[in-house]
């Protein structure tokens, strides 16, 4: 089988089996299982949140999905030691209510402090030509270790805090937002749940509004 990199181009050919157990790995490194009435609890709230949205006609049930990974061959001894990004599908359709907000607040909160907050190749274009005596610029790169991971209840609750200095959140759209992150992983006909955490908070990579682009306002 094929296996898709994490950000480069290539495309690498591994046995299932291999892969499998790289998989297995991944999910078992960071996932517990879970009984089924947390995951039944998850979907009552998510139904109850759609009601109060009247968007109970159009918010589905959460698809169980099974997780994949793609090849960080862009790391230190990727031949002996590959390290793996895991891929999680199963997203709530609260998700999509959350980066709504998430959207809204970003973009006043970067206005409010004069910000740059790219979210295409185009805008980091059009800023870099923009740029006046390119030659005199430095560049700073950087490479934050489990990004997704860092990201816990309490980093967000504290951002969110910030980002009110500058547009009013209610409450019942922090309690959107927190409930997006109450989220399980389908893997071997079992849910998973975040192991350092006891209310399944996990910002997943896939998720409708993750941290790569809904969230960058934790980083600045």
Same mark, same amino acid.
């Given at each position: 089988?094929?296996?898709?990199?994490?950000?480069?181009?290539?495309?690498?050919?591994?046995?299932?089996?291999?892969?499998?157990?790289?998989?297995?790995?991944?999910?078992?490194?960071?996932?517990?299982?879970?009984? @089924?009435?947390?995951?039944?609890? +998850?979907?009552?709230?998510?139904?109850? +949140?759609?009601?109060?949205?009247?968007?109970?006609?159009?918010?589905?049930?959460?698809?169980?999905?099974?997780?994949?990974?793609?090849?960080?061959?862009?790391?230190?001894? &990727?031949? #002996?030691?590959?390290?793996?990004?895991? +891929?999680n599908?199963?997203?709530?359709? +609260?998700?999509?209510?959350?980066?709504?907000?998430l959207d809204?607040?970003?973009?006043?909160?970067?206005? !409010? @402090?004069?910000? @740059?907050?790219?979210? #295409?190749?185009r805008?980091?274009?059009?800023?870099?030509?923009?740029?006046? @005596?390119?030659?005199?610029?430095? &560049?700073?790169?950087?490479?934050?270790?489990?990004?997704y991971?860092?990201?816990?209840?309490?980093?967000?609750?504290?951002?969110?805090?910030? !980002?009110?200095?500058?547009?009013?959140?209610?409450?019942?759209?922090?309690?959107?937002?927190?409930? !997006?992150?109450?989220?399980?992983?389908?893997?071997?006909?079992?849910?998973w749940?975040?192991?350092?955490?006891?209310?399944?908070?996990?910002?997943?990579?896939?998720?409708?509004?993750?941290?790569?682009?809904?969230?960058?306002?934790? #980083?600045?």
């Amino acid at each position: 089988m094929l296996i898709k990199p994490d950000k480069t181009s290539n495309f690498y050919r591994m046995k299932p089996e291999k892969y499998n157990k790289l998989l297995h790995n991944n999910v078992t490194t960071t996932y517990r299982k879970i009984d @089924n009435e947390v995951v039944t609890g +998850i979907e009552r709230k998510s139904k109850s +949140i759609a009601e109060n949205l009247e968007l109970d006609d159009r918010i589905e049930t959460t698809a169980k999905k099974e997780p994949f990974i793609t090849l960080k061959d862009h790391k230190q001894n &990727f031949d #002996s030691n590959p390290k793996c990004r895991l +891929i999680n599908p199963t997203k709530t359709e +609260i998700g999509k209510v959350s980066k709504q907000i998430l959207d809204r607040i970003n973009k006043r909160v970067a206005k !409010a @402090n004069n910000t @740059n907050l790219w979210r #295409s190749t185009r805008e980091v274009l059009l800023w870099f030509n923009a740029i006046d @005596n390119k030659e005199k610029c430095k &560049f700073i790169s950087f490479d934050v270790v489990d990004y997704y991971p860092s990201v816990t209840e309490k980093v967000l609750n504290k951002s969110l805090d910030f !980002a009110s200095e500058f547009d009013p959140i209610t409450t019942d759209e922090r309690d959107i937002i927190l409930h !997006a992150k109450r989220s399980f992983l389908y893997s071997e006909e079992s849910a998973w749940g975040k192991r350092e955490t006891q209310n399944l908070f996990d910002v997943t990579m896939g998720s409708w509004d993750g941290a790569g682009g809904q969230l960058s306002f934790i #980083s600045y």
